[in-house]
């Protein structure tokens, strides 16, 4: 008897791990205003209020958090471990490793980030695209410090963009900007409340930054939760679609997309606004 009912225990750890069922780790990495680790904005970044918002409407998990980088994020979902992040795209590539929940916003894409003072500088180059920069900017230097999803990442490839004298990788977020604001590099990529963050953190008065869309990628995309693709991850995002049929809660993940959107941006949004609640949540009035 005691034989049979270590095997049964045994049998019930490997086809229901109980032992974690009602835990989630929530994974954030130090890249603001997406996540923000410390500072006087410290807590307010966009992902901070989703993953904040969820852990509230989520009471019967256990939640806990590790900091880490978008490389642990994937190697903690390879080896599919209970460990979600509170913003992810939605890609065929990464839809291999995660389940994604319903969209929680939607955002304007990654695209360029350079100096007020030079728009008139590239006035001739509109429609943007980085390979229009790269081609007829070479005398500018672009920083990056990652990689920025389909469409850029492209063009940075197929520029050879580790090995381009054009191009320097730069370690950090905080030192890409730095760079940029004291013109040790003439433009880097990414969101455009990337820009309003380091004008308030760097006091970008005198040399504002401002995001220019590119045509490489869309204007917009969603931003979803992920989680492994296991059982138990599908169980965790069924629960979070289930949380987020609350118009109410949506609203405060748009104030804190809004709180890093300059208003001429989020006049821009409001039309894809009203697309997503048509598209992802029509019952909600």
């Known amino acids: 008897m005691k034989k049979m009912t270590v095997l049964f225990f045994l049998a019930v750890n490997m086809f229901c791990p109980l032992a974690w069922a009602e835990d989630i ?20 970044g966009l992902l901070d209020t ?36 509170a913003g992810w795209l939605d890609t065929p590539e ?40 790269l081609d007829n900017k070479k005398d500018w230097k672009l920083g990056v410090g990652r990689l920025y999803g389909v469409g850029i990442d492209e063009v940075l490839i197929k520029n050879n963009y580790q090995k381009n004298p054009q191009v320097i990788t ?9 760079m940029l604001h004291s013109n040790r590099i003439q433009y880097t990529l990414g969101y455009p409340f990337e820009a309003v963050y380091y004008n308030k ?16 990628n869309a204007a917009r995309v969603e931003v979803v939760v992920a989680c492994p693709k296991t059982p138990w ?23 804190g997309v809004d709180r890093w959107l300059s208003i001429e941006d989020q006049e821009k949004l409001a039309p894809a606004r009203k697309e ?7 019952s909600l009035k």
Do not use: M
């Open 25 to 44: 780790t929530w994974i954030r990495w130090d890249d603001p205003p997406i996540f923000i680790f410390g500072g006087p904005f410290k807590g307010r």
């Open 50 to 85: 989703v993953e904040d918002e969820l852990r509230r409407k989520l009471p019967q998990y256990t939640h806990k958090t590790i900091e880490g980088t978008v490389p642990r994020v994937l190697k903690e979902a390879e080896a599919k471990a209970p460990v979600c992040n």
């Open 170 to 178: 730069i370690a950090t977020s905080l030192r890409v900007h730095k």
């Open 276 to 282: 997503f609640y048509r598209k992802n949540y029509p």
């Open 233 to 255: 991850g599908a169980k965790v995002i069924a629960d979070i679609d289930q949380v987020l049929q609350n118009r109410a809660l949506l609203e405060k993940f748009e104030k």
């Open 94 to 133: 990464w839809s291999k490793l995660f389940y994604f929940s319903r969209p929680v916003f939607v955002i304007p894409a990654n695209g360029i980030l350079l100096p007020k003072s030079r728009l008139t500088e590239v006035r001739n180059l509109a429609p943007y695209s980085l390979q229009k920069f």
């Open 201 to 216: 953190l760097l006091d970008g008065k005198n040399n504002e930054v401002v995001h220019i869309p590119v045509t490489e």
